[in-house]
């Protein structure tokens, strides 16, 4: 190797580990959801967020999603958004069935009593907080003038996981900038409140 060469690895050497200190992948969102490109997010207007149904047996779980999904969606800014509690005379006078597809009269009737131009339903597949954390969501966005999904996700999240680990853990280190981000990754895996967060930043992080 000549001299020219062994000098540019000294310098790739010396310039790469202190340019790690300025840059860091973003961490990875959830896997498996639809995103409709034809779709322009910013001109949807208000949303309404319908508190999700649950299929766990923690009934408190769905309000506490629900409320978790609103905040990382706020913190987006793609939209504006209200929460629609299931117990609201405005979403229990609709009479809608949990995962019904809508006739255009029922659109119609969505979009005039909840005053808004998409929704977003869904459901908590699963829950279960021991003996490690598990979290599963079916969520879906649809345009109430045509019809047309905008966006869903299904997706299961375990803390027993490898790649939910890692992801945790890349969660943490960019969202949760402190000294103590390893203590936090390891309370994520055994609080249902910082799990919830970390899940529901990997929902929004899909919009």
């Known amino acids: 190797m000549n001299s020219s060469k062994i000098a540019l690895l000294l310098f790739l050497a010396v310039l790469l580990p202190g340019c790690s200190n300025y840059y860091k992948a973003p961490p990875k969102a959830a896997d498996y959801y639809y ?4 779709k322009n997010l910013t001109a949807i207007g208000r949303v309404a967020l319908v508190e999700m149904d649950n299929d766990s047996s923690y ?15 706020q913190k987006k800014q793609v939209f504006g958004l209200a929460v629609i509690r299931q117990t609201e005379n405005s979403w229990r006078s609709l009479q809608l069935a949990p995962d019904s597809t809508y006739t255009l009269e029922q659109l119609s009737a969505i979009r005039r009593t909840l005053k808004c ?9 699963q829950y279960q907080p021991y003996p490690h954390m598990v979290i ?3 969520l879906k966005l649809l ?3 045509d019809g047309q999904l905008i966006w869903a996700l299904e997706q299961v999240w375990d803390s027993a996981d490898k ?15 402190s000294g103590f981000a390893p203590l936090r990754e390891e309370l994520a895996v055994i ?13 929004a992080e899909t919009l």
Not at 35 to 38: P, S, T
Not at 59 to 69: K, N, R, V
């Open 143 to 145: 345009d109430l003038t």
């Open 59 to 73: 009934p408190q779980i769905s309000a506490d999603i629900t409320e978790a999904i609103h905040q990382a969606l």
């Open 35 to 38: 995103l409709n490109q034809d």
């Open 117 to 125: 131009g998409a929704i977003i339903t869904g459901t908590v597949t």
């Open 136 to 138: 599963g969501l079916r």
């Open 163 to 177: 790649t939910t680990e890692h992801r945790i853990k890349d969660y943490f280190q960019h969202q949760k900038r």
């Open 191 to 203: 609080s249902p409140l910082e799990f919830i967060k970390f899940v529901t930043y990997e929902v």
